[in-house]
């Protein structure tokens, strides 16, 4: 079955950038998503690429994909206090029904 | 205001009884979701609806049942069967369109002593 793997933790220091890294394991994945999770809170969606495009960015944040590593990863830049939450990578395939998420990065950002 | 509610935000539950999580949405999506977190586990889906009268078994149904009878609603029954009910669960929407993106509610901590 589909595999999506991010490292637990990651801290930085206000002001720093932050990056956060998925790789997938399925070859057949269309979109992939970043999510943000406040604490106990829902899943907000972030952003997301297509699977034909290496780089998205949006404001502070920057997305890139390499397609051949099957790697993601989520730059966000500037990072505040406000950006401490858990980041999910999810993907989800053509005419699937659903998303497939991975494990999530907690970011810790340090005053 | 369109969204999607959960209720209660907390619930405490004795062992061996069944307890039902309500999902409530106005955005006139047609699929509905239900996903189990666990720390350091990320989500994993439970059940999910497609359509009215329908739905699906997720990865880790066991122990759950759902119904859905209107467009607007996707309960979730936590049974006396699932074994280590005590996450927080979350329900999602998807919209129309090519696009997957899922819409979260805001959760339910459910706690079972």
């Known amino acids: 079955g589909e595999d999506v793997e991010q490292s637990l933790f990651l801290s930085v220091r206000e002001g720093d950038s932050s990056v956060i890294n998925c790789t997938y394991t399925?070859?057949?994945?269309?979109?992939l998503y970043w999510y943000k999770q406040e604490p106990g809170a829902g899943l907000q969606l972030l952003t997301y690429?297509?699977?034909?495009?290496d780089m998205k960015q949006d404001q502070r944040l920057t997305v890139l994909l390499n397609k051949k590593d099957k790697h993601l990863s989520l730059r966000i830049a500037d990072t505040q206090t406000g950006d401490s939450a858990i980041y999910f990578c999810a993907e989800s395939e053509t005419g699937a029904n659903n998303l497939f998420f991975g494990t999530g990065t907690r970011l810790t950002v340090i005053p | 205001d369109g969204g999607i509610t959960q209720s209660p935000k907390y619930l405490f539950r004795k062992e061996g009884q069944n307890v039902t999580l309500s999902c409530e949405q106005n955005?006139?999506?047609?699929?509905m979701y239900w996903y189990r977190q666990d720390p350091g586990q990320g989500l994993r889906l439970i059940y999910y609806s497609q359509i009215v009268n329908d739905f699906q078994k997720g990865d880790i149904a066991e122990g759950y049942s759902v119904s859905r009878e209107k467009k607007e609603s996707f309960p979730l029954t936590v049974t006396s069967a699932q074994k280590n009910p005590t996450a927080f669960y979350l329900c999602a929407t998807k919209g129309q369109g090519y696009s997957y993106e899922q819409y979260f509610g805001p959760g339910t901590r459910l706690t079972v002593t």
């Open positions: 955005l006139n999506h047609d699929a």
């Open positions: 399925d070859s057949s994945s269309t979109y």
């Open positions: 690429i297509f699977s034909n495009m």
